[in-house]
């Protein structure tokens, strides 16, 4: 039995029985692990507030090789999520957040680089309440990515020449990028220049300088539509339609 004490963000906890519940951890260096914390239900369980959602806190847990769940012994705020889950619209979106997390990274998949967007991401968002939608779209774009199922968007699918800076492009039925001389018809998803500027952009900044520049909803709505396309094909992710109901919301 091996004993691991390691920083981690609570995505989600439930009931387990009477006296207990599970959480699942994304931790900093072992990836997205489940807990069980025995006698967390009781009223003063020595766990306190350690199993808040989107809490960052200190945990000491117990892993036995043969066991999918390991045993939380300690989890200790280091950052309270107080604040941002006051906030229905952090809620919800954070809860979407989350659940696409769970589902596109396998259980400890020792990612360290997912841990940092997570909480970098939830720091940009505690920063500055209204960068919400961009921050997601960042997000969606960045798990996407670390999850490996982000194609290369550097140039044409179809004749490999790299895209020019200002040149718009067609996405294909495999999310692959094509080139306005190769297209076929000109029907389906364009990413405009601007697009792939932004696109580009989060690749290179943080979420907090990403969302720190004005980007136009529209471009926001528009990319997170289609990165919920990608999402929903990498998992066959059924509550997709919710999702994209709680997603970036576009100006009437
Ligand atoms: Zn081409």
Redo the contacts with the bound molecule.
């Keep these: 039995m091996a004993v691991v004490e390691t920083e981690c963000i609570v995505l989600r906890s439930y009931d387990l029985a009477d006296a207990d519940k599970i959480a699942v951890l994304l931790t900093a260096d072992h990836g997205i692990v489940k807990a069980v914390a025995k006698g967390a239900k009781r009223l003063k369980s020595k766990f306190g507030s350690g199993l808040e959602p989107l809490s960052r806190v200190n945990a000491v847990y117990f892993k036995k090789e043969t066991r999918e769940l390991v045993d939380l012994d300690k989890a200790e705020v280091l950052e309270s999520a107080f604040d941002l889950i006051s906030s229905p619209e952090v809620l919800t979106q954070f809860s979407y957040l989350t659940d696409i997390l769970i589902s596109l990274v396998p259980a400890e998949d020792p990612d360290p680089a997912i841990f940092r967007m997570m909480n970098a991401s939830l720091g940009a968002v505690r920063k500055s309440p209204d960068s919400l939608d961009a921050v997601s779209v960042y997000f969606e774009a960045w798990l996407l990515r670390l999850a490996g199922f982000f194609p290369s968007w550097d140039s044409?699918?179809?004749?490999?020449?790299s895209f020019r800076e200002e040149e718009a492009a067609q996405i294909g039925a495999e999310f692959q990028l094509?080139?306005?001389?190769?297209?076929k018809s000109a029907g389906g998803d364009t990413l405009t220049a601007g697009d792939r500027e932004v696109i580009a952009r989060s690749r290179r900044q943080s979420p907090a300088a990403f969302a720190s520049e004005s980007i136009p909803p529209e471009t926001l709505a528009k990319l997170s539509a289609i990165f919920k396309r990608m999402i929903g094909r990498a998992t066959g992710f059924d509550k997709i339609d919710r999702a994209l109901h709680a997603g970036v919301r576009v100006p009437r």
């Design positions: 044409c699918s179809i004749c490999k020449i094509i080139c306005v001389r190769c297209r």
